[in-house]
Structures are given as structure tokens and as C-alpha cells.
């Protein structure tokens, strides 16, 4: 018994399995339900909502998401080996875990979840930011998902939202920004994890607002930002030179100073260039 369900504690899990954990796939295993469980209630009420969890691992995360009430959870595991870890905690909660063998990147979530969807996952480091900024360029908006609730290293979660002016603002924070509500909800010492990481990290919870908070093609907008600060120290007159020859003119319509840096620039400037670009090339 664990406290919050009739499964074995997690380090017999572990033991178990021969569960040990691959650095490659990123593994830190969370394994105080306790902190798990909070963690799932960072997400809001579950109860009538459908979770996607990436990277299960041995189902510490994916305990305290259905102790807490998910109406289901779809998890996604890249690592075999877990596989039977989670079998015993989907017998133990009779139709409400469905684990997916498969890499997350590769995942059509649609084929497996029904809205309302919420996110909820200690990602793996090595596909934490790809994932999130996936999540955050679909083509339309809503997106499927409504909320993210994802664990980070804490220097990305700083990134997240961060605002203009600081070191840290770049272009997590304008996609994250544009789209969402982003909060920092729980910093976690290393020694919350198993094997500690070698930094800090944190839980970011991102909620979809209804529309954009400025308009603006997702496409052009993550290439106009990628650009832009790949070369943070240069103007952007330079720093975006490959978007066109007329990109001055195009700083100009977004009432951006071609010699301004990107760190400078707010959300609503750079929707504005993103349009401009997007004007031009259409
Ligand atoms: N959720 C567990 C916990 O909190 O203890 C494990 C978290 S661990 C940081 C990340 C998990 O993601 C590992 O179990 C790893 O095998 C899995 N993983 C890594 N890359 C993945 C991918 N591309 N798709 C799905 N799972 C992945």
C-alpha cells in the first residue's frame, strides 16, 4: 500500500521491473506519490476530463492522475521495459489507463482522447521543448489540448515566462505567451527525482486562451522568432536579413526601430511582423 492507492510503493516497483534508469531517454523518476498527486491537482479538477501523459516511465505521475479523479489518462511510453510496471497500475484502475507503446512525437492524440483533453507530463528533457512548442504552433487555435501541466528544467520554465527585457525572454516565451496563461506552479529540488538531475526544475501550467492575444500566422510567427533570437545580440535588421530584402521596410510597418534587438521587442510587435512578413510573402 502507498497512501493513495493499494499498489506497491514505487522502489519496489523498481525493483521489481529492473527498472533502471536510462539517461538517454531522459529518465528522472518521480517517486513520492505524494508530490505526484499534487502535481495532477496543479491540473485543475480531472474528473471530467481525458489526461495525455508522455513518458509514464513506472507510473509514479500517472498514479497521482488517477487518484486524483481523471476520467482517463492515455500514457505514452517510449520505454518497453515500463510496460508491465503499468499494467499493474491499469488493472488496478479498470478502464481508465490506456498506455500507448510509442515515441510522443509520432502520437495522433485524436485517435486516443476525448475532449475536453488536458496535458499533464514530466516530460523527458531531451523532447520536453520540441513537444511544447508543438503544442503551441498548431494550425488552428483552440487547440485539441486545454491546459498543459509539464514538468521542466527550471531554467526553461523561467524561459517560459519570461518577459521582454530579461536574459531569459526569447522564443519559448512569445509562442507560450501568445496563445496561453503561463504560470510557474511548483519549483522541485534534484533530490525530488530519482536519480537527481543535475538542475532544478519546475511545473509550468499553460491554459489556451480562446483566441490569440494578437493575430498572426503560427508558421511565420515561430520563424520570424526563431530567427530573431538565434542571433540575440544583433539588430534585427541583421538578425532577420534572411526573411527578405525589403525586412527593414517590414520592421518599419510592425513600428519596430530596425536596429532594436530582439529581447526588446513585446508579443504585440512581433504578431505585427509576423504579419507584415506574412503580407509580403502572400
Ligand atoms: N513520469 C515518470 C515520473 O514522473 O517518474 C517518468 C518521467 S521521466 C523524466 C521521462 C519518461 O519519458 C521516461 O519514462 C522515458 O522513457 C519517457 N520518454 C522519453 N522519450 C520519450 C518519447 N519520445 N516518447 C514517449 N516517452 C518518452
Known amino acids: 500500500m502507498s497512501g493513495i492507492d493499494d499498489l506497491p510503493p514505487l522502489r519496489e516497483v523498481i525493483a521489481a521491473h529492473g527498472l533502471s534508469a536510462k539517461k538517454s531517454l531522459g529518465q528522472n523518476f518521480l517517486l513520492d506519490l505524494n508530490l505526484t498527486s499534487k502535481i ?30 481523471a476520467r482517463r489518462v492515455v500514457a505514452v511510453e517510449k520505454d518497453a521495459r515500463c510496460l508491465p510496471a503499468l499494467a499493474e497500475v491499469a488493472a488496478a484502475y479498470p478502464g481508465r489507463l490506456e498506455v500507448l507503446n510509442e515515441d510522443a512525437l509520432a502520437l495522433d492524440p485524436l485517435a486516443h ?47 517560459i515566462v519570461a518577459q521582454p527585457g530579461s536574459k531569459t525572454y526569447g522564443r519559448l516565451a512569445v509562442l507560450a505567451q501568445w496563445r496561453t496563461e503561463a504560470r510557474i506552479a511548483m519549483q522541485l529540488p534534484p533530490g525530488a527525482f530519482t536519480p537527481p538531475p543535475k538542475v532544478s526544475s519546475a511545473v509550468v501550467h499553460l491554459t489556451a486562451l480562446p483566441a490569440p492575444r494578437f493575430e498572426a500566422d503560427a508558421k511565420v510567427l515561430q520563424e520570424v522568432v526563431a530567427r530573431a533570437f538565434n542571433q540575440r545580440r544583433k539588430m534585427l535588421r541583421a538578425a532577420l536579413r534572411r526573411l527578405g530584402p525589403d525586412i527593414e521596410d517590414r520592421l518599419k510597418d510592425a513600428g519596430i526601430t530596425p ?17 507584415a512578413v506574412a503580407t509580403r510573402t502572400s
Open 259 to 275: 536596429t532594436q534587438r530582439a529581447e526588446e521587442i513585446g508579443l504585440e510587435q512581433f504578431c505585427a511582423l509576423a504579419r
Open 113 to 159: 482522447l476525448t475532449p475536453p483533453i488536458k496535458v499533464v507530463a514530466n516530460l523527458p528533457y531531451n523532447v520536453g521543448t520540441e513537444l511544447l512548442v508543438r503544442w503551441l504552433t498548431s494550425e488552428s487555435w483552440p487547440p485539441y489540448w486545454q491546459s498543459l501541466t509539464l514538468m521542466f528544467q527550471r531554467e526553461v520554465a523561467e524561459r
Open 40 to 69: 495532477a491537482r496543479t491540473a485543475g479538477d480531472l474528473t471530467g476530463a481525458d489526461v495525455l501523459e508522455v513518458g509514464p516511465g513506472p507510473g509514479g505521475l500517472t498514479r497521482g492522475l488517477l487518484a486524483s479523479g
